[in-house]
């Protein structure tokens, strides 16, 4: 556990459908619940690494009805009443802003921390050794914490933080946030020294992001604070449905970070610890291609296969999955080959992030059973 003084509660955010992922992920069985990396689940991964820092009954899993059955099957520790179904998508602001809204009525004090479920942490103790300095800096004061992870290359697909003066011991205030930049920009960040990928994970006492939320997002926060007195009462899951679709569809990042980190410095109580904790989001194919073949399983000629068998011959840097049926690659590069039982997903490894257009394309076509 975490400083028994410090109440500190996450929050798992798991409501994505992981469209990138398609086919394996689906809305009935996003990317979060999958074992892409190793036997147990994306969101299962998430919880075991933060047990050191809080019990399951300190945890709560923000999702949607379509997938809240199997998070609730795979989190069998968790108290069901903790798995709370959005009733309809509205990104991060709402579903972390509503969080705070719920603690601040439980416990003003606590620290809460908003997780993606979906994300791969390789060397566990220095997550959780980051977050103890972030868990504590939250509580010095109404301070903001973001967690930003070293660039090891000019990435288009993650967001950008760019820090200022030191504060202590590594911990940097927030200059600004820059979302997915290209390719030049993304190469200058990496250039300068002072940029980090946004990891997506956040630190903050429970009143500090509720007051944060009233103060940039004031037509929302009197939504959420309407869904928070309603929790417990049998009339919440009505008040729920009717009122969160009023929320702005809008990030974090967008609504109450960058407007915080324009009043500058230390007015800001915006700061960023740099953390190397072996951190991928797995956004792609191509991502998970690199994780895998980054933990040495790949065959010599960097290809990766999850196959029942295969024969490659003259096939370099290529990812198969197929554990199903036996792939012979002849002759290819780059690839991306993914069965399901209805599906099969042929593409390039550079154009592994246009995977989500195919599951639009679905849609557009009326195949719900697809999607």
């Known amino acids: 556990m975490t400083d028994s003084r410090i109440d500190f509660r996450p929050i798992i955010l798991a409501g994505g459908s992981g469209t990138r992922f398609w086919p394996r992920s689906r809305r ?30 300190k945890m709560w899993v923000i999702t949607n009805d379509l997938l809240a059955e199997t998070i609730a099957q795979q989190l069998d520790v968790l108290p069901r009443e903790r798995v709370i179904c959005e009733p309809a998508a509205r990104n991060t602001a709402p579903a972390a802003g509503l969080a705070a809204f719920l603690l601040e009525r439980m416990a003003p004090e606590s620290v809460l921390g908003i997780f ?122 009505a008040v729920f449905a009717r009122v969160y679709p009023q929320c702005e569809n809008i990030s974090v990042d967008y609504a109450i970070l960058e407007p915080r980190s324009a009043k500058g410095g230390q007015r800001s109580k915006l700061y960023c610890i740099p953390a190397d904790f072996g951190w991928n989001d797995l956004g792609s194919w191509s991502a998970l291609y690199d994780h895998k073949l980054a933990q040495g399983l790949g065959d010599e000629q960097e290809n990766v296969t999850e196959a029942g068998n295969s024969v490659l011959l003259e096939a370099h840097g290529n990812y198969v999955y197929c554990p199903s049926k036996m792939v012979a690659l002849v002759g290819v590069a780059g690839l991306v080959v993914v069965e399901t039982d209805d599906a099969l997903l042929v593409t390039t490894r550079e154009h592994a992030q246009d995977v989500g257009k195919v599951v639009k394309q679905l849609a557009q076509q009326g195949r719900e059973d697809l999607i």
Do not use: C
């Not at 036997?39 to 991964?45: D, K, L, P």
């Not at 960040?189 to 009143?207: P, T």
């Open 28 to 57: 009935s069985a996003a990317k979060q619940v999958l074992a892409l990396d190793g036997e147990r689940s994306m969101i299962q991964q998430t919880m075991d690494r933060l047990r050191p820092l809080a019990g399951e009954d």
């Open 116 to 237: 993606p479920a979906d994300h791969v942490i390789t060397r566990e103790a220095a997550f959780v050794k980051t977050l103890r300095a972030a868990i504590a800096l939250a509580v010095e004061d109404e301070n903001m914490v973001v967690l930003g992870i070293q660039p090891t290359h000019a990435e288009t697909g993650y967001g950008y933080i760019e820090t200022g003066e030191q504060l202590r011991d590594g911990i940097m205030h927030v200059r600004r946030f820059t979302e997915k930049p290209n390719r030049e920009r993304a190469e200058e960040f990496v250039a300068a020294g002072n940029y980090y990928w946004n990891s997506g994970i956040f630190v903050w006492q429970a009143k500090t992001l509720a007051a944060a939320v009233r103060e940039h997002l004031p037509e929302m926060a009197p939504l959420l604070e309407e869904i928070a007195a309603a929790y417990g009462t049998p009339r919440f899951a």
